[in-house]
């Protein structure tokens, strides 16, 4: 069932190998029925390989959410082509996703209805560096990966299966304990594609994932994530080309007429030069803590001027989240003698609020902890539980986490605290010139370039993107 490397199968054909052919037995036979244990642990191995085997991928994607826990999205579709580059299983991807999304606002009409806003897309990734366009601004975007800053890159990364790219897909799936798997033999169906459901059941954290996996190539071919009875996101793989040559024209980027373009990336045949380190201000905020340090009281970015300061959004009913309140704990145990204040801040908590509370005291909380933090949360574009910023003394946002890996989750964010408190994030003051084919570009003190006489500013290049941050919650 396995679709090697260099091979192209066809949506709806069939591939077989030893280890899918009794599933593939098991499926003509019967047309739908329930396994559990290592049967479905036996087919994300099967699809976990198949990801691993691919060379290229397009597709299209779409999203459909119910449920206000799934953040803001009414409608997305997404057009993504993959290409890896480099050996083997762990090989990088270059890849590009443009689509668009509609999101609902925080506004209203004249009869109370949520607005709702069109935001267009198209993030290209080549190496390590992303480039994209902030139509909001008239201005396209060079920047370092972890540098890419935007609304328009969050709800790119709604618009697509990570788990492509991944070095090891389903690594959560396969791997924590609490887990619990169960294999739907053809129970869904995608265009003319037949698919095995895996169902994915974290423990407590109220949340199940079901894996649609094609019985012909063994690729995911739909995601739907649930939480609690009434949230539902589903993802939607159509149009899939498996292998095929991807056009040159995909991996060149143009600039739309009259729009901008800000770089900080330096082009290597320039040579080495003097590079400027710039860090785009935190946004400022005022939270009522409810809990911990300060309790009672409202706290705002400003007040918190000269100490590092650790961001911390979570919410009480993930159990990734809650998995994470020892480490922060321990970050603020660690710091507690240094100006360090750990800002922990529960969202989407919907008539859950007592349940952050009650993760906070088990984890023997020493910290700040502030609930209902929504709209501080959607300032910082936040799309995932947890998501941990640093900022520093004075006000700079040098680094994010929006993932937790119980390995490496807080020696991460101590190496990062410890950096701001040596000083090693201050931005420089001089100016860097870059030649770029046909486009020169001045980097200046707080990222600001000035391109072809267009000033393109770092606005959009750093901004935490104040809308749209919080579509889906992230594929």
Not at 45 to 51: C, G, L, P, V, Y
Not at 318 to 347: C, H, N, Y
Request: charged share 25%; aromatic share 8%; net charge negative.
């Amino acid at each position: 069932m396995l679709a090697r490397r260099g091979q192209f199968v066809p949506a709806g054909g069939w591939v077989l190998s030893a280890a899918g052919m009794v599933s593939a037995a098991v499926c003509m036979v019967s047309p739908a029925y329930a396994q559990e244990g290592e049967v479905a642990r036996t087919r994300l191995e099967e699809s976990r390989e198949a990801i691993q085997n691919l060379e290229s991928l397009m597709y299209t994607g779409s999203v459909e959410a119910e449920g206000g826990l799934f953040g803001t999205i009414e409608e997305l579709e997404c057009t993504v082509f993959m290409k890896r580059q480099g050996e083997g299983a762990a090989g990088d991807w270059d890849h590009r996703r443009q689509g668009h999304v509609v999101v609902r606002s925080m506004e209203t009409d004249e009869e109370g209805n949520p607005k709702t806003e069109r935001v267009e897309f198209d993030v290209l990734r080549k190496g390590p560096n992303v480039t994209y366009t902030a139509h909001d601004l008239r201005t396209v975007y060079e920047r370092y990966h972890r540098a890419a800053r935007h609304r328009s890159v969050t709800v790119a990364q709604t618009g697509w299966i990570a788990e492509f790219a991944d070095d090891n897909p389903f690594e959560r799936e396969l791997t924590l304990p609490e887990v619990k798997l169960t294999l739907n033999i053809g129970a869904d169906t995608v265009g003319d594609d037949v698919c095995d459901v895996v169902e994915v059941s974290f423990g407590d954290q109220r949340q199940v994932v079901r894996w649609s996996i094609s019985q012909a190539t063994d690729l995911p071919r739909r995601k739907e994530t649930r939480l609690g009875a009434d949230n539902v996101q589903k993802y939607t793989i159509t149009n899939i080309a498996i292998n095929e040559e991807i056009p040159e024209d995909v991996w060149e980027y143009k600039r739309p007429d009259g729009y901008a373009f800000n770089s900080t990336v330096r082009n290597p045949q320039q040579g080495r030069q003097p590079q400027v380190a710039t860090y785009p201000n935190a946004k400022p905020f005022e939270v009522t803590i409810a809990e911990g340090p300060d309790k009672g009281e409202t706290v705002s970015l400003e007040s918190l001027e000269g100490n590092v300061v650790v961001l911390d959004f979570w919410t009480g009913w993930s159990g990734t989240s809650k998995d994470s309140r020892g480490d922060i704990q321990a970050i603020a145990e660690q710091f507690k003698d240094e100006p360090v204040r750990v800002l922990s801040m529960t969202w989407r908590e919907r008539n859950r609020v007592q349940a952050g509370i009650d993760a906070w005291k088990q984890s023997g909380g020493t910290y700040s902890l502030a609930t209902g933090a929504d709209e501080v949360a959607m300032e910082y574009a936040v799309s995932s539980f947890p998501t941990v910023f640093v900022v520093t003394q004075e006000g700079k946002l040098v680094y994010t986490l929006n993932e937790y890996n119980a390995e490496t989750f807080r020696t991460n964010i101590a190496e990062q605290v410890q950096k701001a408190l040596d000083g090693e994030f201050k931005s420089g003051t001089s100016t860097t010139l870059q030649s770029q084919g046909d486009r020169t570009t001045t980097t200046t003190e707080g990222g600001g370039n000035q391109t072809g006489g267009n000033q393109g500013g770092n606005q959009g290049g750093n901004q935490g993107g104040n809308q749209g941050g919080n579509q889906g919650g992230g594929n």
